[in-house]
């Protein structure tokens, strides 16, 4: 008889929602930081934490309320930031779909880029009932969630304490390659992830960020090339 796979969807959330946290923490703090010094109450600038849940629309919305722009600009702004979210509330549609409304509401509120990673890998990779998938997707929220909080908010405090001479503006690029590389699975993924990483560095200057998207273009090119050569 084979023996299958403890399913323990709460403890399992809690376990890969830690390792979210801890790629979190030069982000969380330097995010914290920058909240500290921009001309907004510190409190105020931490506030945004909980009520936008999403780091880089986060430090766009506080930095134009401190140069003084209208709400709805503010609003609007970091609604375009987080329209990728549509894509992943549409991704995830059909393994929340026994959910009530209001547990789908909730589960909207937590999904930030990890959140969404994490899910994806986890409900593809399984065969698992509503209950568990709901039970592993808030377990793993909301660890992550109390993290983010905490590490934002030290931020804040401990902003004024470090040293100007750290590179800060890397924190962001950095907690994301941490994020991602637990991600890559097999050649394909890996190949196309190391390609677009070295055309990245070597299309920098371009302007407008068109650099970004060649990397991204002859990334996908490369990934497919190897998958279809392995088949």
Known sequence: MTDLPRVRPVSDG??????????????????????????????????????????????????????????????????VVNSRHLLYSASLAPYWRDWGRGTRAAGAYFLADPMYALAIARYEGRAEDSTARLRYYFAMSLTAWAGWMILTGAGVLLGAVLPESLPLELAAPLTFLLLLLPTLKGRPAYVSAATAGIVAIIAAPLPLGLGLIAAAIVGMIAGALTERMQS
């Open 14 to 79: 809690v376990r890969d929602a830690l390792t979210v946290v801890i790629a979190y923490i030069p982000f969380g703090l330097a995010l914290g930081a920058t909240l500290a010094s921009l001309n907004v109450d510190p409190f105020i600038a931490w506030t945004s934490s909980p009520l936008i849940v999403a780091g880089a629309s986060q430090l766009v919305s506080v930095q134009l309320l401190s140069e003084g722009a209208a709400p709805v600009i503010v609003v609007l702004t970091a609604l």
